[in-house]
């Protein structure tokens, strides 16, 4: 990969970090208070489906947090690893990573990650960028 391509790569995953951390802050409560504090029964059920829907938006955006802050340090410590399959060590297709600068797997490896690690529905929709 040219320093170019990386920079601009690198310039996205800080743009994505900080969109990430900027939405952390917003919308939504904490959780417990929000339990707490309903004093409607029939609004019970939607904020607890809402709020069950927003710990799992949370934990979306802290997984992927977290593989963006690896991508980044990746690229400061070992920049000519960035863009190389994690296992098999083959180039990363440059629009995989366009879409997903975060990715440590090529779409081969990923493939055989998923089949390997099934979980019914999680993460299939990764295979689709190829
Ligand atoms: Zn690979």
């Known amino acids: 990969m040219d320093a170019g391509t990386r920079?601009?790569?690198r310039a996205r995953l800080v743009s994505l970090r900080d969109e990430l951390?900027?939405?952390g802050s917003m919308n939504i409560p904490p959780a417990r208070t929000d339990v707490?504090?309903?004093p409607d029964d029939d609004e019970a059920p939607l904020t607890h489906m809402t709020q069950a829907i927003a710990s799992n938006r949370n934990r979306e955006r802290a997984d992927r947090l977290e593989q963006i802050r690896d991508a980044l340090a990746l690229v400061?410590?070992?920049p000519e690893q960035f863009g190389l399959c994690e296992v098999c060590e083959e180039p990363i297709k440059p629009r995989r990573l366009e879409?997903?600068?975060w990715v440590v797997?090529?779409?081969a490896c990923q493939e055989k990650h998923e089949h390997?690690?099934?979980s019914p529905g999680s993460r299939k929709h990764l295979?689709?960028?190829q």
Request: proline share 4%; net charge negative; aromatic share 4%.
């Open 127 to 129: 295979g689709d960028f």
């Open 116 to 118: 390997e690690h099934r």
């Open 76 to 78: 400061d410590e070992d």
């Open 99 to 101: 879409l997903m600068p």
């Open 21 to 23: 951390l900027t939405q």
């Open 36 to 38: 707490v504090s309903t």
């Open 7 to 9: 920079n601009r790569l």
């Open 105 to 107: 797997l090529c779409v």
